[in-house]
């Protein structure tokens, strides 16, 4: 079991910058593909990014492509989600989330998340 902790939200103007941390409890970080989620108010959760257990494989949804990068370091326990070029439409919790064997792009996919941080991009 993996336990997850975001930070690094807060609120941006657009077109500004923000990088998202995601820190796991254990020391398995490194069997786990990981995934970044967001969701904003009354919308499903959607897809942002993932990456590959070594981080050579990331996934990315076409809406963020080209301005998110995801990154991870598995000495540190510790995914990333860089977002740049922030638009008001990125507003909502981010969540990190984490799951074994391939990666996935659905949440239902996902065995374990975080709490969630929120991002706020004012226009």
């Known amino acids: 079991q993996v336990q997850l902790v975001e930070s ?9 910058s923000l990088r998202l941390s ?10 786990y593909i990981m995934g970044w989620f967001r969701q904003a108010p009354g919308k499903e959760r959607e897809f942002v990014a993932a990456i590959t257990l070594s981080g050579g494989t990331t996934r990315y949804a076409d809406s963020v492509k080209g301005r998110f990068t995801i990154a991870r370091d598995n000495a540190k326990n510790t995914v990333y989600l860089q977002m740049n ?3 008001p439409e990125d507003t ?3 969540y990190c989330a984490a799951r ?3 990666i996935a792009t659905s949440f239902l996919d996902y065995d374990y998340w975080g709490q969630g941080t929120q991002v706020t991009v004012s226009s």
Do not use: D, E, M
């Open 8 to 16: 690094g939200g807060g609120l941006v103007q657009a077109g500004g």
């Open 100 to 102: 074994r064997r391939i």
């Open 92 to 94: 909502a919790v981010y």
């Open 85 to 87: 070029s922030l638009k």
């Open 22 to 31: 995601c820190v796991a409890s254990g020391r398995t970080f490194s069997s």
